[in-house]
């Protein structure tokens, strides 16, 4: 019986704890990103677009990023 109660205030402890564990954690600084959203220039288009949402082609070794599957597609055709 003892053991239940321990263990009952010590859920009870945690629960109050919870939000003052989460406020003390988003006060704390965020780590930047490991990946900053760079620009890269679509070869056909001419066009600037987000690196991690870029339809990304490797051709020959080198890496060559394209705003849409069809302009990669040209890129490949001629
Ligand atoms: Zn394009």
């Known amino acids: 019986m003892r053991l ?3 263990v009952l ?6 629960v109050l704890l919870l939000p003052l564990v989460r406020r003390l954690l988003s006060r704390a ?3 930047p ?4 959203d760079e620009l890269v220039k679509d070869p056909v288009c001419q066009t600037y ?6 339809v990304r082609r ?9 705003c849409s599957e069809e302009c990669a ?6």
């Open 4 to 6: 239940l109660s321990i």
């Open 9 to 14: 205030w010590m859920a009870v402890a945690i």
């Open 29 to 31: 600084p965020r780590p």
């Open 33 to 36: 990103r490991s990946l900053p």
């Open 49 to 54: 677009i987000v690196k991690s949402r870029a």
């Open 58 to 66: 490797t051709n020959a070794g080198q890496v060559r990023y394209f």
């Open 73 to 78: 597609r040209l890129d490949a055709g001629g």
